[in-house]
């Protein structure tokens, strides 16, 4: 009778934790459900050299991952220093184009410029001393700046500098790049990336298509599950042209595909980025929106909302893109997804983290 009573008790305590078991597991899948339903997964859309690179990266200093290990701050450090040398390349490119018309200040720089233009078909560049320093001399040089500063306001050169302007600091042998630099470092890699993190305790979870044609073929097998689509928009590229289209019109063709094949339930979160290089344009006045686009010279906002000390010219500027795009989400009709525009500046930690703060209440 003690062995049955104590078999009884041992098949007690056996179904007792598997009931443990099962009551665990609900509580996890419950957890899990109430974690997934409340993050908000977006999927990041927008041309090349729009800033998409450096948004995702800035979401993966939100969520601590800026750099992993010894390895990939070593891959860093080489992909600085290409982008450093393509920059070096572009300026030389910049100032043979325009020459004769681009003087150089000192005659002696012909050298440097003869350097990089051989260095720039070695394929495995070591970065030597001396390429620092040639760099350094032509960057240095007031006909080049001069030269380059009219060709990248005119639309001619997309090259903002910033390695350029740190020539001392990416050359040292124990060089560690800062947050800056790697938001504004630029390497193509195909594939689709991801990350996770918060803001204001909103948990978001970021799908970053690189290298892709950003067509609905392409993110059609993520909308089950998406909460929104992320476009972002190059604002300063009214002037440039990619394969003989002008760049501001491939975005808002691009933009209406979007909003024309995502579904009605989806939000599509429209960043105007670059608005610091918008709002450098604008002022400079060397290249005028109405150039290529016309209807700009009859346009008056009417809703604007300047940001404090903003300059009307700029305020003008960014709300006539921003109606551009509206424009084509408002001609979808009752079809197409609701949209809601953002000015960004990618490389701002700070705007980011409120216009994703103001995105969490819109999806």
């Known amino acids: 009778m003690n062995r049955f009573q104590g078999c009884l008790r041992e098949g007690e305590q056996e179904e007792k934790g598997q009931l443990e078991v099962i009551r665990e597991t609900r509580r996890q899948l419950k957890e899990h459900k109430r974690l997934y339903l409340a993050t908000r997964r977006l999927l990041l859309l927008g041309g090349n050299e729009s800033g998409r690179s450096t948004i995702f990266k800035q979401a993966k200093i939100l969520a601590g991952k800026a750099l992993d290990g010894k390895r990939e701050q070593a891959t860093a450090v080489h992909n600085i220093r290409s982008n450093l040398k393509a920059d070096i390349e572009t300026v030389v490119a910049t100032v043979k184009h325009l020459s004769p018309d681009a003087g150089l200040d000192h005659p002696e720089i012909q050298l440097s410029l003869d350097y990089i233009v051989s260095a720039s078909a070695q394929r495995d560049f070591s970065f030597p001393p001396e390429f620092y320093e040639h760099a350094r001399a032509l960057w240095e040089d007031a006909?080049?700046?001069?030269?380059?500063?009219?060709?990248?306001?005119?639309?001619?050169?997309?090259?903002?500098?910033?390695?350029?302007?740190?020539?001392?600091?990416?050359?040292?042998?124990?060089?560690?790049?800062?947050?800056?630099?790697?938001?504004?470092?630029?390497?193509?890699?195909?594939?689709?990336?991801?990350?996770?993190?918060?803001?204001?305790?909103?948990?978001?979870?970021?799908?970053?298509?690189?290298?892709?044609?950003?067509?609905?073929?392409?993110?059609?097998?993520?909308?089950?599950?998406?909460?929104?689509?992320?476009?972002?928009?190059?604002?300063?590229?009214?002037?440039?042209?990619?394969?003989?289209?002008?760049?501001?019109?491939?975005?808002?063709?691009?933009?209406?595909?979007?909003?024309?094949?995502?579904?009605?339930?989806?939000?599509?979160?429209?960043?105007?980025?670059?608005?610091?290089?918008?709002?450098?344009?604008?002022?400079?006045?060397?290249?005028?929106?109405?150039?290529?686009?016309?209807?700009?010279?009859?346009?008056?906002?009417?809703d604007a909302t300047p940001e404090p000390g903003e300059d009307p010219r700029v305020t003008r500027a960014k709300y006539f893109i921003r109606d551009k795009f509206l424009s084509i989400s408002r001609a979808c009709g009752s079809e197409g997804c609701r949209c809601s525009a953002h000015f960004t500046c990618a490389v701002d930690a700070e705007n980011l983290r409120r216009v994703f703060s103001q995105c969490a209440n819109l999806v």
Not at 204 to 211: N, Q, R, S, T, V
């Open 143 to 302: 006909g080049v700046r001069d030269c380059c500063e009219r060709a990248r306001l005119c639309g001619l050169m997309d090259c903002s500098g910033y390695f350029l302007d740190r020539i001392d600091v990416i050359k040292q042998p124990d060089y560690e790049p800062s947050h800056q630099d790697l938001l504004h470092c630029r390497v193509h890699t195909p594939g689709v990336f991801e990350t996770k993190f918060q803001v204001d305790q909103v948990s978001f979870h970021l799908f970053y298509p690189e290298g892709l044609n950003y067509s609905s073929q392409v993110w059609a097998e993520y909308v089950d599950h998406l909460s929104a689509i992320v476009f972002v928009v190059d604002s300063s590229s009214y002037d440039l042209n990619f394969s003989g289209t002008n760049k501001l019109q491939e975005a808002l063709n691009s933009f209406r595909s979007v909003c024309c094949t995502c579904p009605s339930s989806l939000c599509v979160l429209l960043f105007l980025n670059k608005q610091d290089l918008l709002a450098e344009k604008v002022l400079a006045g060397e290249s005028k929106i109405e150039d290529h686009f016309p209807e700009f010279a009859h346009y008056t906002p009417q």
